[in-house]
């Protein structure tokens, strides 16, 4: 896939980057990125894909904007307060990157729109609000193989991780008993999401193009009343129901290669 001139200018400090070049810049560009809960989390993830040449982004979110969202949600304005604000997010990224398809959906992540949703993307970033959704979208990226970024905040902490089917720990095995979750019940600063937003970014920028290390199988802790940051190996659970049949897999294969050498050498 080919950059045009105006692209080629806009992106010319990044393709700067060792290991980045033109061709980690044609990589973003043939890629799609399905970002979940497009608010204070999901709404700075899309901005800096969008900034970044994502070629495409499929925004999901059900609700309208409240007034309280404004200190977080930097994609919305205050005139848009009672509407659906995943509409927002498309206009408004489609004004800072014209270059970049944006399909937005009006909706939550449900049993029934998950699996379409996680087939047409290269990568999700899983930014909503609670494990209902969050559990759907792990659950569909691991039996369609897609790398999904997990991002989430509670106050002034966060987590992120980087989940690839078949090699690192799902969330159900980080997760495997949900905590308790609501949605309002926690104060939140834009400067808290917004530091969580960049990363989660960066993580999916590396994934697709092969840019540095991302965060495979590590959680990464932030404590941000401090400024403390922490790597922790999560547990990989070999009996997990969402992604234990690929340990399975993996234990059928390496007996079949013992037998096979035992009849070969014997």
Known sequence: MELTPIELERYS???QLPGFGEKGQKQLKASTALVTG????????????????????ILVRGGELRRDDLNRQILMTDDWVGKPRVFKAKETLSKI????EIEAVYDYVTPENVDELVQQADIA?????DFAERDLLNAACVRWGRPMVEAAMSGMDAYLTTII?????????IFPEKP??????FGVLGA?????????????????????????GELLTMELNSATFAKRR????????????FHQQNLTATITRNQVAKTVYV
């Not at 308790?180 to 019940?185: A, P």
């Open 234 to 245: 999560p547990y990989h659970d070999p009996n997990c129901p969402v992604c234990g049949h």
């Open 97 to 100: 990157n014209p270059d970049v």
């Open 180 to 185: 308790d979750w609501d949605r309002w019940g």
């Open 125 to 129: 970033l899983d930014c909503a609000f």
């Open 38 to 57: 497009v608010g204070g989390l999901g709404g700075t993830v899309a901005l800096y894909l969008a900034v970044a040449g994502i070629g495409k982004l």
């Open 13 to 15: 400090r990044q393709m």
């Open 192 to 216: 808290v999401s917004g530091t969580l937003a960049c990363l989660s970014a960066l993580e999916a920028i590396k994934v697709l193009t092969g840019l540095g290390q991302p965060l495979t």
């Open 165 to 173: 089917p078949g090699e690192t720990p799902c969330l159900s095995c």
